[in-house]
């Protein structure tokens, strides 16, 4: 499989062709430096960070309920999930944990099971 060209590599490339002209080849080191400082930005966001804490509470919660459980009677059950605040200050929401708990579905940590159009959710074993 033939690897695929990136930016920084055209622009070393152009620097090679062009190594007689000072103007481009400062041109092409600007470049790669904007693309190495792009490159080292990039990481999880604040929201990112949050909903990993939050998916790690609901896990443990799920845990401790030990048995298939819907959003709704997770939230109603456990009073964790109940009180939880998220940063900007609003409480947990239905959509936010089914949000979460789809990623959680799709890396294997927990299990969903649909009957009679409710999804039961538990924990992985």
Do not use: W
Not at 12 to 39: Q, Y
Not at 60 to 67: D, I, R, T
Not at 85 to 108: D, H, M, P, R, W
């Amino acid at each position: 499989m033939e690897k695929r060209l990136t930016k920084k590599d055209y622009f070393e490339m152009i620097k090679g062709v062009c190594a007689d002209r000072t103007d481009i080849i400062d041109f092409c080191n600007h470049e790669i430096e904007l693309l190495s400082r792009k490159n080292s930005k990039t990481g999880a966001t604040k929201t990112q960070k949050e909903n990993e804490i939050v998916a790690n509470m609901l896990v443990e919660e799920l845990a401790k309920v030990g048995k298939p459980i819907t959003i709704t009677d997770l939230m109603n059950t456990s009073e964790i999930v109940k009180g939880y605040t998220l940063e900007n200050g609003n409480n947990l929401t239905n959509q936010k944990i089914s949000a979460i708990f789809k990623q959680l579905v799709e890396s294997n940590k927990i299990v969903k099971v649909v009957d009679k159009k409710k999804s039961y959710f538990s924990v992985s074993e």
